[in-house]
């Protein structure tokens, strides 16, 4: 009898220890927190198309995310993790443990991340790496969608127009946003800035909202003075209104296609280019960079004057004079000309 229950006690002993195990197998595997990331932040994973399990674990290890790789790997195996890799941008948290890293990346909960259109953009190379800067998809991949024709007609645009597509913000997407998913999304924008409010202000004005975008991107390339943009808009205003030539400088920087031009001088304005506002009367075909938010509102709400003239002041602000009368236009022009040859002398002389 004696002997019948020690063996009962071994056996009960045997089977706690075995419960004891299995329940630190479980823990160790399941819920220890197991992830590490320099200074305790949290990091992103990146996994691009085609990646395989294997190569998702080169990924986790190289960057030193995991402190036991076996216990990760049950736990990835119990999650269906090697059949299941989905590419994406992936948040890892050093509070997390296997199990939900694990079954984050089987199931694909990428983390997005911000794209932000700023600053001048004139090109579509230069728009092209500001939209990529951040995405899987490389800048000649964005490039390719850009001057898709078929892709950008589809949304009502063409190569004239398609500066004035993109409005500058911040926008969350997708590591792995393609190419096309991505213009349509910028459209999307456009189509929801351009709400009714704006399409009333631009039809006041005898615009469209494409005839908006060309001229606040003239206005944009002429100040980035917040403040003054209102008073830039209403001298070109003025100026279709009494039918004068807008003869505005960077619209003949755009025809030339040299952005390193510092003076426009009498042989650019002899450049023949629809662009040449010098040249040609109204507005130029289209913009000539991506135009940003304040310049759109500033041409939607500009400053009812009679300016007719503006030239920068010669204290070199980024602010400008402004003059009703060309005489006085040009008596504000010899006085910046004069500050700004100054200003050349004495930068040869630094030299």
């Not at 994406?88 to 199990?99: E, K, L, T």
């Not at 800067?133 to 063409?158: Q, Y």
């Not at 943009?229 to 920087?253: C, F, K």
């Not at 602000?317 to 006085?328: C, K």
Request: charged content about 20%.
């Amino acid at each position: 009898m004696k002997r019948r229950m020690g063996i009962l006690k071994s056996l009960l002993v045997l089977i706690l220890l075995a419960v004891l195990i299995a329940a630190g197998w479980f823990f160790f595997t399941f819920r220890h927190k197991n992830i590490v990331t320099q200074n305790g932040t949290v990091a992103y994973l990146l996994v691009p198309h085609q990646a395989d399990f294997e190569q998702l674990m080169d990924s986790l290890t190289f960057n030193g995310y995991l402190k036991y790789e076996k216990t990760f790997r049950w736990a990835a195996a119990h999650e269906n993790l090697p059949t299941n890799v989905h590419p994406g941008r992936y948040a890892v948290d050093p509070g997390m443990n296997n199990q939900q890293l694990a079954r984050k990346l089987a199931m694909g909960w990428q983390d997005p991340l911000n794209i932000t259109i700023a600053g001048t953009i004139r090109t579509f190379e230069r728009l092209a790496a500001v939209l990529a800067r951040n995405l899987e998809i490389d800048s000649a991949g964005v490039l390719s969608h850009i001057r898709n024709d078929s892709l950008i007609a589809s949304m009502g645009f063409d190569s004239v127009s398609l500066r004035g597509m993109f409005i500058p913000n911040t926008y969350e997407v997708y590591w792995t946003i393609s190419g096309e998913e991505l213009l349509r999304r910028m459209h999307r924008e456009y189509l929801q800035f351009w709400n009714d409010a704006r399409k009333e202000k631009a039809s006041l004005l005898g615009m469209t909202p494409f005839q908006v975008s060309t001229l606040a991107s003239i206005v944009y390339e002429e100040t980035k003075k917040v403040d003054e943009m209102p008073v830039v808009a209403g001298v070109y205003i003025n100026r279709l209104h009494s039918r004068m030539p807008l003869q505005a400088d960077p619209t003949l920087i755009f025809a030339a296609g040299d952005y390193s031009i510092r003076r426009v001088l009498r042989k650019h304005t002899r450049i023949d280019s629809p662009y040449n506002t010098y040249k040609y009367r109204g507005l130029p075909p289209g913009p000539i960079s991506v135009p940003s938010v304040e310049a759109i509102d500033a041409v939607l709400n500009y400053q009812d004057h009679d300016y007719l003239y503006f030239c920068a002041k010669e204290d070199f602000s980024g602010y400008h004079n402004f003059a009703r009368t060309l005489r006085d236009h040009m008596h504000n022009a010899r006085r910046f000309q004069r500050a700004f040859t100054e200003r050349l002398r004495q930068e040869e002389q630094g030299q």
